[in-house]
């Protein structure tokens, strides 16, 4: 029998390791006798994730504002949007509370890894735990509003990645969380206020540089900050996410193992997607560290139901009709 779903009146352990509330699986759950070396953390592989990351921005800043012109943003541009995109997948990390030991470091720079793309660390916590709780179910949601719908052609695929319509929402959460109002979906009075601090901060980071840019006259907050996350940072992620779940049944197929997608990847797509090629593995048992993903999914390989042999193949199945959106208006990544 699968394991089965919290009910209404259940409290939620979404915050932990070993003992985490799981999603459910057919067949026997062997997943709470996992050896515990699977849950450790490895602070300094993280740390080292980050630098490498902060060094690239750190490069292309300082390219931006010694060397502008043409060829400098047309370089630094996209590269500035791709790794963008990846601190969204350690602001994921972190928000597991996989990256490091103490929860206020995993807030912090799981907050620096979101700010780029406007993703509140504790609103995506919020959500995002709870559709691991709850994936496999009807009450399955996801935290990125994406459109999946009409991917069968190039335009409508290329409409889907760069569409900017969860703006839409960041600009309404900006405006509760300076007025202290309730934020969808979020329920508990704590993680209200988190979550309206957080857009605070955002919105100030944000009136700031423009103000600055306004000041100085300079282009740089274009540049080094607006034109990545449009024009790159938004599809990029969006080309990680698809694959996770598009097109298998994330409501009432109770089984993470089928639900699921994992795909075949290279070392330098492994790193860019932080292990998430290995999704099956990360949602069999989510209290499982990133860093550990890898042995995680050695080991339930022969279980995996969905795989793909790479990101490319699949995007053509996509295009080409032959993996398609299931579900409705409200359910996984539709909101």
Same mark, same amino acid.
């Given at each position: 029998?699968?394991?089965?779903?919290?009910?209404?009146?259940?409290?939620?352990?979404? =915050?932990?390791?070993?003992? +985490? @509330?799981?999603?459910?699986?057919?067949?026997?759950?062997?997943?709470?006798?996992?050896?515990?070396?699977?849950? /450790?953390?490895?602070?300094?592989?993280? #740390?080292?994730?980050?630098?490498?990351?902060?060094?690239?921005? *750190? +490069?292309?800043?300082?390219?931006? %504002?010694?060397?502008?012109?043409?060829?400098?943003?047309?370089?630094?541009?996209?590269?500035?949007?791709?790794?963008?995109?990846?601190? +969204?997948?350690?602001?994921?990390?972190? @928000?597991? /509370?996989?990256?490091?030991?103490?929860?206020?470091?995993?807030?912090?720079?799981?907050?620096?890894?979101?700010?780029?793309?406007?993703?509140? &660390?504790?609103?995506?916590?919020?959500?995002? %735990?709870?559709?691991?709780?709850? %994936?496999?179910?009807?009450?399955?949601?996801?935290? &990125?509003?994406?459109?999946?719908?009409?991917?069968?052609?190039?335009?409508?695929?290329?409409?889907?990645? &760069?569409?900017?319509?969860?703006?839409?929402?960041?600009?309404?959460?900006?405006?509760?969380?300076?007025?202290?109002?309730? !934020?969808?979906?979020?329920?508990?009075?704590? #993680?209200?206020?988190?979550?309206?601090? /957080?857009?605070?901060?955002?919105?100030?980071?944000? *009136?700031?540089?423009?103000?600055?840019?306004?000041?100085?006259?300079?282009?740089?907050? +274009?540049?080094?900050?607006?034109?990545?996350?449009?024009?790159?940072?938004?599809?990029?992620?969006?080309?990680?996410?698809?694959?996770?779940?598009?097109? %298998?049944?994330?409501?009432?197929?109770?089984?993470?193992?089928?639900?699921?997608?994992?795909?075949?990847?290279?070392?330098?797509?492994?790193? !860019?997607?932080?292990?998430?090629? @290995?999704?099956?593995?990360? $949602?069999?048992?989510?209290?499982?560290?990133?860093?550990?993903?890898?042995? @995680? $999914? =050695?080991?339930?390989?022969?279980?995996?139901?969905?795989?793909?042999?790479?990101?490319?193949?699949?995007?053509?199945?996509?295009?080409?009709?032959?993996?398609?959106?299931?579900?409705?208006?409200?359910?996984?990544?539709?909101?």
């Amino acid at each position: 029998m699968p394991s089965t779903a919290p009910r209404d009146d259940e409290p939620l352990n979404l =915050d932990g390791f070993h003992d +985490v @509330l799981l999603a459910p699986v057919r067949g026997t759950d062997t997943r709470r006798g996992l050896p515990m070396t699977y849950f /450790e953390r490895r602070p300094g592989r993280f #740390a080292t994730k980050i630098a490498v990351s902060f060094g690239v921005i *750190v +490069v292309c800043y300082t390219a931006l %504002l010694e060397l502008p012109g043409p060829a400098t943003i047309a370089v630094c541009v996209p590269v500035l949007g791709v790794v963008y995109a990846y601190l +969204v997948e350690l602001q994921h990390e972190c @928000l597991h /509370e996989h990256a490091f030991r103490s929860r206020w470091a995993n807030r912090l720079w799981g907050f620096v890894g979101g700010m780029f793309m406007f993703s509140a &660390f504790s609103h995506y916590k919020y959500e995002h %735990l709870r559709h691991h709780a709850y %994936l496999g179910t009807e009450k399955n949601l996801e935290f &990125f509003n994406y459109r999946f719908r009409g991917l069968d052609s190039v335009h409508g695929f290329a409409f889907a990645a &760069f569409h900017l319509g969860r703006y839409a929402d960041v600009g309404r959460n900006l405006g509760r969380g300076v007025f202290r109002r309730p !934020i969808p979906g979020v329920d508990r009075p704590r #993680a209200t206020r988190a979550v309206q601090n /957080e857009y605070r901060v955002l919105l100030a980071l944000v *009136v700031g540089a423009v103000a600055v840019s306004v000041l100085t006259g300079s282009w740089f907050f +274009v540049w080094a900050w607006l034109l990545p996350v449009l024009l790159v940072s938004e599809a990029v992620h969006f080309l990680i996410e698809l694959p996770e779940h598009f097109g %298998l049944n994330t409501q009432t197929d109770p089984n993470v193992l089928s639900n699921t997608r994992t795909v075949r990847a290279s070392r330098l797509v492994q790193w !860019i997607t932080n292990y998430n090629n @290995l999704h099956t593995a990360h $949602h069999y048992h989510q209290g499982v560290p990133m860093v550990n993903v890898p042995r @995680l $999914h =050695d080991s339930i390989e022969e279980k995996i139901e969905t795989v793909e042999p790479s990101y490319w193949a699949f995007y053509r199945k996509v295009l080409r009709g032959e993996i398609v959106y299931q579900g409705d208006d409200q359910t996984c990544m539709t909101r």
